[in-house]
């Protein structure tokens, strides 16, 4: 991929189908995406898979901007994917972007884990 083509993006659903501290999952060939929007409708997109056990971040608490995994509580920043502390880790972030309520997500964030 050249500069010219890059990057595009691939509306996935509006900000209005996610509830206030909630997520949804996209399904995506490299991999799940959780999609959060928080208490302030801001929106991001981490993959669905905890770096530290593989949990579903998508069934996470959502809490100002940060995500609690359900299975070992580890807190990611939802814009970085990291986690403070001692056993700090990193959830992989994913370009995602809202234009006049509809989320997108950068197009190479589909194909990124699968190889292509
Ligand atoms: S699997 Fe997420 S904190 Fe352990």
């Given at each position: 991929m050249n500069a010219i083509n890059a990057p595009s993006w691939i509306a996935v659903g509006r900000v209005?189908?996610?509830?206030a501290r909630g997520a949804r999952v996209?399904?995506?060939p490299g991999g799940d995406i959780a999609v959060f929007r928080t208490g302030t409708?801001?929106?991001f997109a981490?993959?669905?898979?905890c770096p530290h056990g593989a949990g579903p971040?998508?069934?996470g608490i959502v809490?100002?901007?940060s995500v609690t995994c359900p299975l070992h509580g580890m807190v990611?920043?939802?814009e970085s994917g990291r986690t403070a502390g001692p056993d700090a880790c990193t959830a992989t972030s994913v370009p995602v972007r809202v234009v006049d309520g509809v989320i997108q997500i950068a197009?190479?964030?589909?194909?990124?884990a699968a190889g292509a």
């Open positions: 209005a189908d996610i509830p996209v399904r995506a409708d801001e929106v981490l993959r669905d898979r971040l998508s069934n809490h100002g901007r990611f920043d939802l197009n190479p964030a589909f194909a990124e």
